[in-house]
T-cell receptor, first 113, second 111 residues
Framework: DAGVIQSPRHEVTEMGQEVTLRCKPISGHNSLFWYRQTMMRGLELLIYFNNNVPIDDSGMPEDRFSAKMPNASFSTLKIQPSEPRDSAVYFC???????????FGPGTRLTVL | ELKVEQNPLFLSMQEGKNYTIYCNYSTTSDRLYWYRQDPGKSLESLFVLLSNGAVKQEGRLMASLDTKARLSTLHITAAVHDLSATYFCAVDPRHGNKLVFGAGTILRVKS
């Protein structure tokens, strides 16, 4: 069984560049979540989708961050322009709504120089 | 706003010993989750607790939930080195899929 798939696994970019992170949820799951993990702030929920619709984006830090889910099998998190303080590990997770247990992808380690 | 507090935040223990990690939360909920994270890795689901009094066990780990006390515990029995990891509890306050995570407990089991 394929779990949640994220790409790239590592991304190093320079300040001001656009960064796009990608996620493929587990097939059949209808909820998708984007988290950010840092030493200082721990694990933070950025945004989540139910049935491809954004439900709560209150955790998105600012307008530089945007997320889309064009279909049930794909989501993107975009940062434009990126800043050094965006350096973190970004996790995507998915779940069946009713069960609510979230399954996490391997994460993308983002470094903004 | 829901707050989830774990303690201790760091735990160093000897192999063979028992210990408990506590997870307190500030608002009503009957859904609580425990996850494990190894260094540089993703989060792995350990337990899903969905009602007051729920108890789940897997190997040397046992988790329980007391919704009236707003408390969950993760008990470690006869710790082994392989249990070294960071353990997170997460609470769903409104059955809306929006989990709030604790800060995590770093567990180090010394041989």
């Amino acid at each position: 069984d394929a779990g949640v798939i994220q790409s790239p696994r590592h991304e190093v970019t320079e300040m001001g560049q656009e960064v796009t992170l990608r996620c493929k949820p587990i097939s059949g799951h209808n909820s998708l979540f984007w988290y950010r993990q840092t030493m200082m702030r721990g694990l933070e929920l950025l945004i989540y989708f139910n049935n491809n619709v954004p439900i709560d984006d209150s955790g998105m830090p600012e307008d530089r961050f945007s997320a889309k889910m064009p279909n049930a099998s794909f989501s993107t998190l975009k940062i434009q322009p990126s800043e050094p303080r965006d350096s973190a590990v970004y996790f995507c997770a998915s779940s069946w709504t009713s069960a609510n247990e979230q399954f996490f992808g391997p994460g993308t380690r983002l470094t903004v120089l | 706003e829901l707050k989830v507090e774990q303690n201790p935040l760091f735990l160093s223990m000897q192999e063979g010993k028992n210990y408990t990690i506590y997870c307190n939360y500030s608002t009503t909920s009957d859904r609580l989750y425990w996850y494990r994270q190894d260094p540089g890795k993703s989060l792995e689901s350990l337990f899903v607790l969905l009602s007051n009094g729920a108890v789940k066990q897997e190997g040397r780990l046992m988790a329980s939930l007391d919704t009236k006390a707003r408390l969950s515990t993760l008990h470690i029995t006869a710790a082994v080195h392989d249990l070294s990891a960071t353990y997170f509890c997460a609470v769903d306050p409104r059955h809306g899929n929006k989990l709030v995570f604790g800060a995590g407990t770093i567990l180090r089991v010394k041989s």
